[in-house]
């Protein structure tokens, strides 16, 4: 058995993802390619890969999101992906093949490795790549918000305010978008825990008035930052941060403080 390294890039533009493909039919992949084993430097190899597209990333060691650890063949895929997050040239076609930009909405329906899809999702925040851990753990959460009866422990104005349209209300002002779809979204993903979520973490934990959108916001990012490994839901929450109002130099600040708490 042997190991594949491969190298792949998240090229985006206006919320949307450079893909490619050899040929007609073929299936859709991110611009990158193997690593040649000879080359010492990993950042280096990726460097020339984006270059080769006509793509130029002023700080490509930085750009490093995850590896993930995909089966292929007689051994696993290693695929290491970077994001770049400023980026200058015009991505060029490989001859005989075809690219085009894709919304994250529209990756499910694409012809492309599940694996990579994934992936991409994960680093977006879109899905959880631990998924059924994560489930695992919140059912572990609730059933401590539970009375020995079965009834939960939860605060009777909740229901009166509607939960549900709480939580959706919550939803759209994190994600900046049609809270109907991100809720679809989240039921696919976690059937047994969507409504949960949604109506208590959201609706009841998020909605309460104690404390704003935009200091929870700041308190998920800096718990998310010390918690560290979780490139794709961090980032999610960033971009979270920002829609109820937080700014770059906050969002910088939290950080800083997660830095000198909970180390770099």
Do not use: C, K
Not at 139 to 154: E, I, N, P, V, Y
Request: hydrophobic share 45%; net charge negative.
């Amino acid at each position: 058995m042997s190991d594949r390294i491969e190298l792949r890039a998240l090229v985006g533009r206006e919320g949307r993802v450079w893909l490619l493909r050899v040929a007609e039919g073929e299936a859709w992949q991110l611009p990158g390619g193997a690593f040649d084993e000879e080359t010492d430097d990993v950042d280096s190899a990726m460097d020339t890969l984006l270059r080769s597209y006509g793509i130029a990333s002023p700080n490509i060691a930085e750009d490093f999101v995850q590896t993930a650890f995909l089966p292929g063949g007689d051994g696993q895929r290693l695929l290491n992906l970077y994001a770049p997050m400023s980026w200058e040239g015009e991505p060029r076609t490989p001859e005989g093949g075809e690219s085009a930009w894709f919304g994250l909405a529209e990756l499910e329906a694409l012809p492309m490795d599940a694996g990579v899809r994934t992936a991409v999702l994960s680093i977006f925040g879109l899905i959880d790549e631990d998924e059924e851990d994560t489930m695992e753990a919140f059912a572990d959460f609730a059933s401590d918000l539970m009375r020995a009866d079965g009834t939960a422990l939860r605060p009777p104005a909740a229901a009166a305010l509607g939960r549900h349209e709480a939580g959706l209300d919550v939803l759209r002002t994190l994600s900046g978008a049609d809270p109907e779809a991100a809720a679809a979204g989240l039921a696919r993903r976690t059937p047994e825990l969507a409504g949960e979520i949604i109506d208590f973490a959201l609706g009841e934990v998020w909605a309460n008035p104690a404390l704003d959108r935009r200091t929870r916001s700041l308190e998920v990012v800096a718990m998310l930052a010390a918690l560290g490994g979780r490139p794709g839901p961090l980032r999610s929450h960033l971009n979270g941060a920002l829609n109820p109002g937080a700014t770059p130099a906050e969002v910088v600040q939290t950080l800083r403080m997660v830095a000198v708490y909970a180390g770099f």
